[in-house]
T-cell receptor
Framework: EPEVTQTPSHQVTQMGQEVILRCVPI?????FYWYRQILGQKVEFLVS????????KSEIFDDQFSVERPDGSNFTLKIRSTKLEDSAMYFC??????????FGPGTRLTVL | AQSVTQLGSHVSVSEGALVLLRCNYS??????LFWYVQYPNQGLQLLLK??????LVKGINGFEAEFKKSETSFHLTKPSAHMSDAAEYFC???????????FGAGTTVTVRA
């Protein structure tokens, strides 16, 4: 069964460093998303991506964040200068239809 | 804009007892509704979804949910809890015009032997 994959599973970084989280969505899906879940809190939408551009972003997704689909298979989330409050589980999701998101296993980002 | 309220952050049930997790939504357009399960240290797994058609939806692991438009609810049930059902459950909503999901705060289920 096709699935969304994410790498790495755990990323530890120093405050101020850049990180890139990687995702491989399900191959025939057209919509791609990043969500995050700060420990003990609800899952929050960050950004959606369709047709090689951002279709919607939340207020969390400020200038420190960017997304890219560099090669038609990978979908990346870059955080340019990490802050302590960026520590969270980051989930990639993809969908073919509205809202039916298939989620990856997540990347746990720890900012020290 | 849509939002979801999950009543009860923690639910404890005995093995074999009914599991009932409550979800109410608000949406200005017909909603698409979802339940996801998250096991410890794992990602989000889709349990079931309602988009159109039959309002009683059956999902994996014996779970089902019923869309009640008049009550703006999408409660999740399982007739007989199993120890393996211990997890966190999230209700989510979107609509056909908005592909992103809005999640509830989650309900943690513990199952007593």
């Amino acid at each position: 069964e096709p699935e969304v994959t994410q790498t790495p599973s755990h990323q530890v970084t120093q405050m101020g460093q850049e990180v890139i989280l990687r995702c491989v969505p399900i191959s025939n899906h057209l919509y791609f998303y990043w969500y995050r879940q700060i420990l003990g809190q609800k899952v929050e939408f960050l950004v959606s991506f369709y047709n090689n551009e951002i279709s919607e972003k939340s207020e969390i997704f400020d200038d420190q964040f960017s997304v890219e689909r560099p090669d038609g298979s990978n979908f990346t989330l870059k955080i340019r200068s990490t802050k302590l409050e960026d520590s969270a589980m980051y989930f990639c999701a993809s969908s073919e239809l509205a809202g039916v998101g298939f989620f990856g296993p997540g990347t746990r980002l720890t900012v020290l | 804009a849509q939002s979801v309220t999950q009543l009860g952050s923690h639910v404890s049930v005995s093995e074999g007892a009914l599991v009932l997790l409550r979800c109410n939504y608000s949406s200005s357009v017909p909603p698409y509704l979802f339940w996801y399960v998250q096991y410890p240290n794992q990602g989000l797994q889709l349990l079931l979804k309602y988009t159109t058609g039959a309002t009683l939806v059956k999902g994996i692991n014996g779970f089902e949910a019923e869309f009640k438009k008049s009550e703006t609810s999408f409660h999740l049930t399982k007739p007989s809890a199993h120890m393996s059902d211990a997890a966190e459950y999230f209700c989510a909503v979107s609509d056909k015009n908005d592909y992103k999901l809005s999640f509830g705060a989650g309900t943690t289920v513990t199952v007593r032997a």
